[in-house]
C-alpha cells in the first residue's frame, strides 16, 4: 500500500507539478502579454508625446515668424504711409504748377488777343495814313497856286497871305 500510495502520491505531485507548471505557463504567458501591451501602448505614448512636443516648436516657430511677419508689416505699413504723403505733396505741387501754367497760359493768350487787337488797330491806322497821304497827294495836284485867285471857295487850302474872295468880302463888310 505504501507502494500505490508513493505512486499515487508521485502521481499527485507530478500531476500538480505539470498541472500547476501549465498553470503557471498560462499565468506567465498572460503576464507577459499584458507587459508587452503596457510597452507598446508606452512606445505610442512616447511616439505621441514627441510628435505634440514637435508640433509645439513648429507652433512656436511659426509664432515667431507671424511675429516677424507682423513687424515687417507695420514697417511697410509706416513706409507706405509716409511715401502716399510724399505722394500727396508732390500731388500738390503739380497741381499748383499746373493753375500756375493754366494762368500764365490765360495770361499769355490774353496778352496775344491784345496784341492781335493793337495790330489791327495799327494796321487800320496805317490804312488810314495810306488814305490820307494819297488823298493829300490828289489834292497836291489840284491846287491853286495862283496868288491872284478870285475863286470865290478859295484856293485848295487856303494859304494864310492869299487873297481871296471871302476874305475881300470879310474885309468889305467889316469897313462898312
Request: net charge neutral.
Amino acid at each position: 500500500m505504501i507502494d500505490l500510495n508513493i505512486t499515487e502520491i508521485l502521481s499527485t505531485v507530478s500531476g500538480i507539478l505539470l498541472g500547476g507548471g501549465g498553470l503557471g505557463a498560462w499565468f506567465y504567458k498572460k503576464q507577459n502579454k499584458r507587459l508587452k501591451d503596457a510597452e507598446a501602448k508606452l512606445a505610442e505614448i512616447n511616439v505621441e508625446k514627441a510628435s505634440l512636443d514637435f508640433e509645439k516648436e513648429r507652433v512656436n516657430h511659426l509664432h515667431e515668424i507671424i511675429e516677424n511677419y507682423n513687424k515687417t508689416e507695420v514697417e511697410h505699413s509706416k513706409r507706405i504711409s509716409e511715401l502716399n504723403h510724399a505722394l500727396n505733396v508732390k500731388e500738390d505741387e503739380l497741381r499748383d504748377k499746373t493753375m500756375q501754367i493754366r494762368n500764365l497760359t490765360d495770361k499769355m493768350y490774353a496778352s496775344e488777343q491784345e496784341v492781335n487787337r493793337v495790330q489791327n488797330l495799327l494796321n487800320d491806322e496805317k490804312d488810314k495814313n495810306i488814305r490820307l497821304t494819297e488823298e493829300r497827294d490828289r489834292l497836291e495836284a489840284v491846287k491853286c497856286v495862283r496868288t491872284d485867285c478870285r475863286d470865290p471857295r478859295g484856293p485848295k487850302p487856303p494859304r494864310k497871305n492869299q487873297k481871296t474872295a471871302t476874305n475881300d468880302n470879310e474885309k468889305a463888310e467889316g469897313s462898312k
